[in-house]
């Protein structure tokens, strides 16, 4: 079975930093879609980036980057100029392409934002 | 588009009573996803449909749990009956697979279940 392990539970910077969140996973699979969500206070779970495991370029959206190692089973997040509506909960989640079509979830690292 | 819509958006409950959660997905989506979220757990899959079937029920916690998917744009969650350890929140997911595997969950924005 996969597992993805977020090994920071709390996380706290201050505004404008850059901020990176970590993410492993274990998994025998080759072909695979891996996701940041994030969930602010309001509880509603947002997607903030996704990476296909056949590409090798690291996906970017906006502030949000990757860092994508497959052979480490890796996949971290960046955020630069972190700003305060940033501050939420932050899952990594696996998708497995063949067999049983699930998103695993990370327990999640709790990213704090001061102003 | 109005995305995932979820209904109710909190439930209070007494244990033993029947506790039936709502979702309506995207529109064109024909997949749709139920997770629990606690905070022993975390995030977890209880159930999930393709084209209005369930596919894999492996994570529904026990036969108190039932769901449905009468049509494609709509869902129910039904927990008979409820117990205190039911307490959590509810997400229903969806999307499409037009664009094969892997296409992106879509979230509404949960059921915050309190059973007494």
């Known amino acids: 079975a996969q597992t993805v392990t977020q090994s920071q539970p709390e996380m706290s910077v201050q505004e404008a930093e850059t901020v990176t969140l970590s993410c492993t996973y274990d998994t025998s699979e080759n072909n695979y879609y891996l996701f940041w969500y994030k969930q602010p206070p309001s509880r509603q779970m947002i997607l903030v980036i996704r990476q296909e495991a056949y590409k090798q370029q690291n996906a970017t959206e906006n502030r949000f980057s990757v860092n994508f190692q497959k052979a480490a089973k890796s996949f971290s997040l960046k955020i630069s100029d972190s700003q305060l509506g940033d501050t939420a909960m932050y899952f990594c989640?696996?998708?497995?392409?063949?067999?049983?079509?699930?998103?695993?979830f990370g327990q999640g690292t709790r990213l704090t934002i001061n102003p | 588009d109005a995305g995932v819509i979820q209904s109710p958006r909190h439930e209070v409950t007494e244990m033993g009573q029947e506790v039936t959660l709502r979702c309506k997905p995207i529109s064109g989506h024909n997949s749709l996803f139920w997770y629990r979220q606690t905070m022993m757990r975390g995030l977890e899959l209880l159930i999930y449909f393709n084209n209005n079937v369930p596919i894999d029920d492996s994570g529904m916690p026990e036969d108190r749990f039932s769901a449905k998917m009468p049509n494609a744009s709509f869902s129910t969650l039904k927990i008979q009956p409820s117990e205190p350890r039911d307490s959590a929140v509810y997400f229903c997911?969806?999307?499409?697979?037009?664009?094969?595997?892997?296409?992106?969950?879509?979230f509404g924005p949960g059921t915050r279940l309190l059973v007494l």
């Open positions: 989640a696996f998708f497995r392409i063949q067999g049983a079509q699930k998103l695993v």
């Open positions: 997911a969806s999307t499409s697979r037009a664009g094969g595997p892997g296409e992106t969950q879509y």
